[in-house]
């Protein structure tokens, strides 16, 4: 069962119609229990850090962390990739559930227009199922003031001010800083293919 987490911050509505696009049947939960019948889960992710901290509460991040453990896919997006760091300075006192160790921190303040908004192109770093039917130079929507460095978890690039991740993935455990969902065909695809090696 594919499992989207509503953790009352996640940009639902236009993940969930994606997916549906797709052709794939959707379970939106905000029920910890739920996580233990979900066969791959999705945690899309809008605004500030600090709404993760809701993850904490009933237990949703401790299920979370035993579907990882148990191998069950999973795909963050935007504030929900930058959840899987250790942590953000947008909300030092809320930490994130460490599966990559390095810290998600603020665009610098150099005259640039932040938050970073628009079409960005991706710069490939590693071949991956979930790229599959993606070339580098693609270009992908993004919306955020904050960003995770380039680390050894990074899978593909973006440059706003240097480089930065735009998407990561160690082992099932995915992430993408920009919205899929309104990626046009390029999200879509990452979406497909993610939904493809949630099945394998």
């Known amino acids: 069962m594919l499992t989207v987490i509503d953790y009352k911050a996640g940009n639902l509505t236009s993940v969930v119609k994606a997916l549906h696009f797709l052709g794939t049947e959707v379970f939106v939960t905000s029920q910890a229990e739920a996580m233990e019948r979900a066969t791959s ?41 930058q959840w899987l760091y250790a942590g953000s300075t ?13 810290t998600v921190s603020r665009f610098p303040a150099n005259g640039q227009k932040v938050p970073h908004v628009g079409w960005n192109q991706l710069n490939e770093l590693a071949a991956t199922p979930l790229l599959k039917g993606v070339a580098s130079g ?4 993004f919306t955020h003031s ?21 998407a990561c993935q160690r082992e099932r455990v995915c992430g993408v800083q920009f919205h899929p969902e309104k990626s ?17």
């Open 184 to 200: 046009g065909a390029t999200g879509l695809q990452i979406l497909r293919n993610f939904l493809e090696f949630s099945a394998c």
């Open 146 to 166: 904050w960003r995770a460095p380039v680390g050894t978890e990074t899978i593909v690039t973006t440059e706003y001010m240097g480089p930065f991740a735009a």
């Open 41 to 81: 889960m999705v945690l899309p992710g809008v605004g500030h850090f600090a709404a993760t901290a809701r993850l904490e509460q009933g237990g949703l991040a401790e299920a979370i962390r035993r579907a990882i453990a148990r191998g069950v896919p999973f795909l963050g997006i935007c504030v929900g990739m």
């Open 90 to 102: 947008e909300a030092p006192g809320h930490p994130g559930l460490g599966y990559f160790q390095q």
């Open 138 to 141: 693609d270009f992908a929507y």
